[in-house]
């Protein structure tokens, strides 16, 4: 069974900066897809940046240029660097790791969320 857990988050002002950590508990950090997803309050859950097996990257058009997500394959952690962030950046972070075995089962784990505040 597989662990993710986030760290990092907390409370900013605009315009500030944080680092959202993910350490997995097993080697997985290289083989599965990786993601940030968020949730605000009254919202439903949605993708903010995720980094493919290959290292292919994408992000929600919401935080393109402001957020970079990025892994260390040794220390099986993927982050997610947040610069400029606004009010509405506010929410749950979740990591999420998942992959679709040669066999067909998909893996699609959660952890359990860190707290990312911006407000003055």
């Known amino acids: 069974q597989v662990q993710l857990v986030e760290s990092g988050g907390g409370l900013v002002q605009p315009g500030g900066s944080l680092r959202l950590s993910c350490a997995a508990s097993?080697?997985?950090?290289?083989?599965?897809?990786m993601a940030w997803y968020r949730q605000a309050p009254g919202k439903q859950r949605e993708l903010v940046a995720a980094i493919t097996s290959g290292a292919s990257t994408n992000y929600a058009d919401s935080v393109k240029g402001r957020f970079t997500i990025s892994r260390d394959n040794a220390k099986n952690t993927v982050y997610l660097r947040m610069n400029n962030l606004k009010p509405e950046d506010t929410a749950v972070y979740y990591c999420?790791?998942?992959?679709?075995?040669?066999?067909?089962?998909?893996?699609?784990?959660w952890g359990q969320g860190t707290q990312v505040t911006v407000s003055s």
């Open positions: 097993g080697s997985i950090v290289s083989i599965y897809h």
């Open positions: 999420n790791a998942y992959r679709i075995a040669i066999s067909g089962l998909q893996y699609d784990y």
